[in-house]
């Protein structure tokens, strides 16, 4: 398995050949250079597609799975919200359930998921009017300053 730092090292390789590249005068020398450029390219490509490879089992932590009409109408008479599809985590654990699934654990699921999302505007709205608060304080200390920005990335405040 190739690492990011594995490719940056060969890039960098790479990069001070094309240097020595620029300033060669001799064409068999340049050819040299040229094919160990190309082969560094293909190595680098190879070794981004090894850690693409890798980092594709963590990224499997979930799937989209679409509603058929009438599940869309049960889950917008349950909710009170329309939903066209549903995100579920640990999806190994629903695959081989999900042919079998009842109506009632779908609401249960969008209820969840709406709910979720409601908590998070919410949090993010109260996130908002921290901010305009402590923003409007005259001439802050830069410590309070510093407290406001880290509390902005925390929270994904603009």
């Known amino acids: 398995m190739s690492t990011l730092e594995e490719i940056l090292r060969t890039e960098a390789e ?3 050949l094309a240097r020595e590249l620029a300033h060669e005068q001799d064409v068999e020398r340049i050819q040299d250079i040229a094919r160990r450029i190309q082969e560094g ?4 490509l190879e070794m981004g597609r090894s850690l693409d490879r890798s980092l594709a089992a963590a990224r499997r932590c979930g799937t989209r799975s679409r509603f058929t009409r009438a ?3 049960q889950v917008a008479r349950a909710t009170g919200v ?3 599809a ?4 640990n999806v190994e654990r629903w ?5 079998r699934v009842s109506a009632a654990i779908i609401e ?3 209820m969840t998921s709406i709910a979720e999302s409601a908590r998070k505007e919410a949090r993010r709205k ?3 009017a921290i901010v305009k608060e402590l923003e409007a304080i005259p001439d802050p200390l830069p410590e309070t300053k510093a407290a406001i920005e880290e509390f902005k990335r925390e929270y994904f405040v603009p």
Do not use: G, H
């Open 95 to 99: 695959v081989a359930r999900m042919p």
């Open 86 to 89: 549903l995100f579920l985590e």
């Open 108 to 110: 249960r699921l969008a």
């Open 71 to 73: 599940e869309r109408e």
């Open 14 to 16: 790479l990069e001070d």
């Open 126 to 128: 109260q996130a908002l």
């Open 82 to 84: 329309a939903l066209e």
């Open 41 to 44: 390219a293909n190595q680098i």
